[in-house]
Every structure is written in structure tokens, then in C-alpha cells.
């Protein structure tokens, strides 16, 4: 198996460009800045804590955000150097942030079927007799099956 590619969104090191968006509209946690991130993606894409944190980090290291310890929580605030780079690399970030949205946006359906197996999969896990359990299976992998042939013809 192939390990889950991000979406080339954040392969091209955008993240970074989406906290620091984020961080311009207020202080955050890293929480919040998921959230944050989440939303402005769709739902499409939920940034994982270990591909955030490093990258707030980082960006932190480069004096573009600071930490403040409030409630035993890390609020990150963007810097007056934060908001410089945000403006000069703008315009080229936000092309590419659209022609990956864009690419997000027309797997729209596809994502919606997905999400909606799962979360029934998952909401009646604990339900399911031996019987269905097995009958389930099979169609996932006789799915999985069609769905690689699909991919790869």
C-alpha cells in the first residue's frame, strides 16, 4: 500500500501561508488554528496536530509568530515580520492556494461519498453482528478491488 498523500496544498509548504492568514485575523491556539484552517478548506482537509505544530514552530523560530502561554495553552499571535512576509508572498501563495482548491472543490461529491460511508461504517461499528460484520467486509474489499482497477486502467 501507498502511504495517504497530502494534498499538493501542503506538499508545496502552504501550510505555513494558511496559519500565518489565520493568525492575521487574531490569536489563536493550535487548536483553533486547525479549526480555523478546516473551515476555510471546507472540510475537505483537517490539518493533522503533527503536520501544524512543527510549522507554527518554525514559524515561530523565524519571528514571524510568538508564543504566549495563557491557560495552559500556547496562543500563537503573528508579528509585524509575519504579516510583511504574509503581504510579499501573497499573491503567489494565494494562486496556488486557488488551483488546489479548485482541485479540492471538484472531488466535492466524491469526498461527500466517502466522509458518508465511514461515519455510517463507524457509527454502527459496535452494532454489527458477526454476520454483518463478515457480509461488510467483503463488499469493502470487493469495492476496493474495483475501485483500484478504476484508478489504475
Known amino acids: 500500500m501507498f502511504p495517504p498523500r497530502r ?3 501542503f506538499r508545496r509548504g502552504i501550510l505555513r501561508h494558511l496559519i500565518l492568514r489565520s493568525l492575521n485575523e487574531g490569536p489563536k491556539h ?3 488554528i ?3 484552517l478546516s473551515e476555510e478548506l471546507g472540510g475537505f482537509y ?3 496536530t ?3 505544530y512543527p510549522v507554527l514552530q518554525t514559524l515561530e523560530e523565524q519571528g514571524y509568530v510568538t508564543a504566549e502561554e495563557q491557560e495552559n495553552k500556547k ?3 503573528i508579528t509585524p515580520m ?3 512576509f504574509l503581504e510579499e508572498s501573497g499573491e503567489k501563495v494565494k494562486d496556488l492556494i486557488e488551483k488546489n482548491w479548485a482541485l479540492l472543490r471538484d472531488k466535492r461529491e466524491l469526498n461527500r461519498e466517502i466522509r458518508s460511508l465511514a461515519s455510517l461504517i463507524i457509527t454502527n461499528y459496535r452494532d454489527l453482528t458477526q454476520e454483518k460484520d463478515e457480509k461488510i467486509t467483503q463488499i469493502l474489499r470487493e469495492t476496493r478491488r474495483k475501485i483500484t482497477e478504476v ?3
Open 7 to 9: 494534498p499538493a496544498l
Open 30 to 32: 493550535g487548536y483553533e
Open 34 to 36: 486547525i479549526k480555523s
Open 46 to 48: 483537517r490539518p493533522s
Open 50 to 52: 503533527g503536520a501544524v
Open 75 to 77: 496562543v500563537y499571535s
Open 82 to 84: 509575519g504579516k510583511k
Open 151 to 153: 484508478i489504475f486502467e
